[in-house]
């Protein structure tokens, strides 16, 4: 498989001026260091932190058998048994994964853990309530999200707490190689590509970065990843929308957006592009989380 790290800038501390001229504006990603090793959540946040904060939470994890998506229930601590077990050998069969849960909304304790947010990154638009467009992933070592591209075709902020992942990019450009099922999901599995049945794969350009503790990885919209991780870890996303990138996911409901999809995408661009307050939006919105979750 052809990598090409090179591609991926390493700046630490990046400017908020600078990672819109340099990256967001060019569609380019990169990893950004110096930040999250600022925050009381980089050093705090565990599964046990977590139960100890919302003791009586349930939360969902996500299996991922060839194309499907079963759901399990658990509080913090039968997962982190789980994951114990999983880690120390005791159990051979990989646990699920805990995959976009909202957990800034459902323990809202956990927001002055990340002060003070980037918010040079975003649109202002964004500033109200910014948490609540985020999305958590925890889960064991292994766990794997296969190749896909966010619904939306959002800008994508990735922020690594703790453990190590191996993301596998492809810029929204190689799609056409990668097989595309279901929108946003692709059959070719970029650790072991079956070129036989996937020749046009030949074509594409995997970009692979390893995103380790206290890293941001920024992933332009429509940018494909397929991720695995290295270690038990924790990590969150904010999906966001610029008055640009809004505009070209409105423009994908010509390439089969799902309905769902370009709702979501015309309510942003109420607010992105006319000024409705995210107050008013947020109402509308909020529902997008359960239905990516």
């Not at 794997?144 to 922020?159: E, I, M, S």
């Not at 390439?255 to 109420?270: C, D, Q």
Request: charged residues 20%.
């Amino acid at each position: 498989m052809l990598t090409i790290d090179l591609e991926i800038d390493r700046r630490y501390q990046l400017s908020g001026d600078d990672f819109l001229s340099e990256y967001v504006n060019k569609s380019r990603p990169v990893v950004i260091s110096g930040v999250i090793q600022n925050w009381d959540g980089f050093t705090k946040w565990s599964l046990p932190y977590f139960q100890s904060l919302a003791p009586e939470l349930k939360i969902y994890a996500k299996h991922f058998n060839k194309g499907k998506i079963e759901i399990e229930n658990f509080t913090f601590q039968e997962y982190a048994d789980v994951l114990d077990k999983y880690e120390q050998g005791e159990q051979q069969t990989l646990p699920p994964y805990c995959h976009d849960l909202p957990l800034f909304s459902l323990i809202p304790e956990l927001v002055k853990d990340v002060e003070p947010f980037v918010l040079e990154y975003l649109p202002k638009w964004y500033s109200y309530k910014w948490w609540r467009y985020c999305q958590f992933f925890i889960g064991p070592s292994r766990s794997l999200t296969p190749l896909h591209f966010d619904c939306l075709l959002t800008n994508n902020l990735f922020f690594q707490i703790s453990g190590r992942k191996q993301f596998t990019l492809f810029l929204k450009e190689d799609a056409q190689y990668c097989y595309r099922y279901n929108w946003r999901w692709f059959k070719v599995d970029p650790e072991k590509p079956d070129l036989a049945q996937y020749p046009l794969y030949r074509n594409a350009k995997p970009i692979q970065v390893i995103v380790n503790p206290g890293d941001i990885l920024y992933m332009p919209p429509g940018t494909l990843h397929h991720v695995r991780s290295w270690d038990k870890s924790i990590s969150f996303n904010i999906d966001w929308h610029t008055q640009s990138s809004v505009l070209q996911g409105l423009a994908a409901s010509a390439k089969g957006m799902p309905l769902k999809n370009i709702y979501y995408n015309f309510l942003l661009a109420l607010g992105l592009i006319f000024k409705v307050p995210p107050q008013v939006i947020f109402k509308f919105y909020k529902t997008y989380l359960n239905y990516v979750s």
